[in-house]
C-alpha cells in the first residue's frame, strides 16, 4: 500500500503541477492558448497512466476511486487513503505553484463562466464519460489495455478542449479543490466535488449493468 501511495502522491501532484501550471503560464506569457492547456492536460494524464499504472491503478482522482469503490475493485480502507494522499498532493501541487508564480489565474481554479447549474451538469456528463472510457478501455476483460493511457488521456484533454472555457473541464475533485483552496476561489468549489463524483458513481453503476 505504501507504494501505491506514492505512486498517486506523485502523479496527482504533477497533473496539478502541468494542467494548472499550463493555465498560470499562459496568463503570464500568453504563449500556450487554449489549445496547449487542454493538449497538457491530455499528455500529462496518458504519461502520468503508463508510468503509475501498474503500481497504484494511476486513479489520481477521487471520484475515479469512489467510482471504482462502487464497483468493488478496492476496498473503502484503501479508498480512503488514496483520496486523502490525492487531495494532499493537491494542494501541495497549487502551493508549489504559488510559490513559482504568485497567485496568478487562480491557480489553474475550475470556475463556471455561466450558471452554476449549467457547469454541473456538464461536469456530470464529463466525468460520467471519462469514467466509461476508463472502465471500458483499463478494466474490461477484453480491453486492450497498453492502449488505455491514449484512450484516458484522449478523452481528457478532449473534454478539456470544448468544454474547458465553459466549466473549466474538472472531472476531478482533486484538480478543482488544490488551486481552489491555496488560491481563495472556494465560491464555486461545491459543484465540482459533487457533479464530479456523482458522474463517476452513475457511469460505475450503468457499466456494471451494462456487462452483467
Not at 5 to 30: Q, W
Not at 37 to 65: K, R
Not at 107 to 118: A, C, V, Y
Not at 188 to 198: D, E, G, I
Amino acid at each position: 500500500m505504501k507504494k501505491k501511495l506514492i505512486a498517486e502522491f506523485i502523479g496527482t501532484y504533477f497533473l496539478i503541477f502541468a494542467g494548472p501550471g499550463a493555465m498560470v503560464i499562459d496568463e503570464i506569457t500568453k504563449s500556450i492558448t487554449h489549445v496547449g492547456v487542454a493538449l497538457t492536460f491530455g499528455l500529462v494524464v496518458m504519461a502520468l497512466i503508463y508510468t503509475f499504472g501498474h503500481i497504484s491503478g494511476a486513479h489520481f482522482n477521487p471520484a475515479v476511486t469512489i467510482g471504482f469503490l462502487v464497483r468493488g475493485d478496492i476496498s473503502f480502507r484503501d479508498s480512503v487513503y488514496y483520496i486523502i494522499t490525492q487531495f494532499i498532493a493537491a494542494i501541495a501541487s497549487s502551493f508549489t505553484l504559488l510559490f513559482l508564480f504568485g497567485n496568478v489565474a487562480n491557480l489553474g481554479s475550475t470556475l463556471p463562466i455561466g450558471s452554476e447549474m449549467q457547469s454541473f451538469v456538464l461536469e456530470f456528463i464529463l466525468t460520467f464519460v471519462l469514467m466509461m472510457v476508463i472502465l471500458g478501455s483499463a478494466v474490461h476483460g477484453k480491453a486492450v489495455k497498453s492502449f488505455a493511457g491514449m484512450a484516458i488521456g484522449g478523452t481528457v484533454g478532449l473534454m478539456a478542449m470544448f468544454a474547458g472555457p465553459i466549466c473549466g473541464a474538472s472531472m476531478n475533485p482533486a484538480r478543482s479543490l488544490g488551486p481552489a483552496i491555496v488560491s481563495g476561489a472556494t465560491q464555486h468549489l461545491w459543484l465540482y466535488l459533487v457533479a464530479t463524483v456523482l458522474g463517476a458513481v452513475v457511469a460505475s453503476m450503468v457499466y456494471k449493468m451494462l456487462h452483467e
